[in-house]
């Protein structure tokens, strides 16, 4: 062997083992860090069950397809896939598996697929463990969630492994020529679906060229909400077809903008449904509110239908209540948490009001170029657009009619994966 690519392969060799202790430290370190942490508590003890699950589940006979998120934002890119699944390949059972504590305990009893379950860490025993309860047909990962061992030992199986929605950007680590044997390790994946040119021009440039430009799944699952029924009694009775902001997935940061509103002697419907409804996080919001507020959770209609502001302390209605905006602001884009999901209320054609931190996120650097959404860096800044589309109607359907377009124009990429799974299993 000549001695470069002795060198590389030695390189290779120690960089996987070097994996493989940090993820058995981290095995062992995780139930101390559980003792004063209950997030990290379930992660521990769901990841226990995991295996028994499955076997309890399901027969060496079903045909299962697997699919495995990181958490709830990427278990939804993969909704419109299973929707698909179980329109076209109705002999199919669905695992889904997830890495976060959040994602899994938001769709446990989910009645769209088989199973929910915990992904065990990946060490090569527990992959081998894992894939020796079930013998999945197809594996598909949403985004992000390349797992080494996992992958290893899909290829060894010879399982068709697909990535949907997968997005890449320079900077990513994968693309850097030290982890050339986990470049080697993503090349075994059967295909890729991608969103963009770009994430499609690097795989190729490390050699990977089984790969779609399909576009994001997050498209076909967000045009679905405009044909459901998102009427909601409570919004109802508060709005009486006024008027009406919506201020979604908010932080901290992003209230700071927001401190006229809070204090307006205006007459006009507000509705805040912040990210985090904790007591604390709460808290934070009522502080600031300086005029008749109400809270969903104790909302009454004679008492509460006259105030000016509803705070949105549940989880799970927010999509319903963005088909009632005249006017949205999305938050993230203030901090460094990250800007939410534009596409939510982008379907129902409204305008948009976002932070300034949102360069990584495609849909929004689009649509502010389009001008549906509009970035605001300051309490005046944020004011002026307000009160911009507060008194222009016309301004805020042109704007709308832009974000509701741009969502609809880039549905069908579950269209094109559902071609590509079923050409795949009737092999």
Sequence with gaps: MPFGNKKLFLRKIVLHFIYNQLIGLTNLILPLVGIFSKKINDFINGRKSAIEKIKKSFNSEDKIIWIHSSSLGEFEQGIPIIYEIKKTLKEYKILVTFFSPSGYNAKKNSKEVDLVTYLPLDSPKNARKFLDAFCPKLVILIKYEFWPNYLIELNKRKISVISVSSIFRPPQFLFNNIFKNYQKILSTISHFFVQNKESKSLLNSIGINQVTISGDTRFDRVYEFINRNNELELIDSFIKNEFCFVAGSTWSEDYNLMDKL??????????????????????????????????????????????????????????????????????????????????????????????????????????????????????????????????????????????????????????????????????
């Design 262 to 427: 809070f204090i307006s002697k205006k007459n006009e419907k507000i509705i805040i449904a912040p990210h985090d409804v904790s007591a604390k996080s709460l808290k934070v919001l009522e502080k600031k509110i300086k005029k008749p507020y109400t809270k969903w959770s104790s909302y009454n209609k004679k008492i509460d239908s006259n105030k000016n502001i509803l705070i949105i302390d549940i989880i799970g209605v927010l999509t319903k209540v963005y088909s009632y905006a005249s006017l949205v602001y999305v938050g993230g884009g203030m901090g460094k948490k990250g800007l939410h999901n534009i596409l939510e209320p982008a379907v129902f054609g409204v305008p948009i009001i976002i932070g300034k931190n949102y360069s990584k996120f495609k849909e929004a650097s689009d649509l502010v170029k389009k001008r549906g959404v509009f970035k605001v860096e300051s309490k005046n800044n944020f004011i002026m657009k307000y009160k911009e589309f507060f008194d222009d109607k016309i301004a805020r359907q042109k704007a709308g009619k832009i974000n509701h377009n741009y969502v609809k124009d880039h549905t069908g990429a579950s269209k094109i994966i559902k071609e590509y799974m079923t050409k795949v299993l009737s092999n």
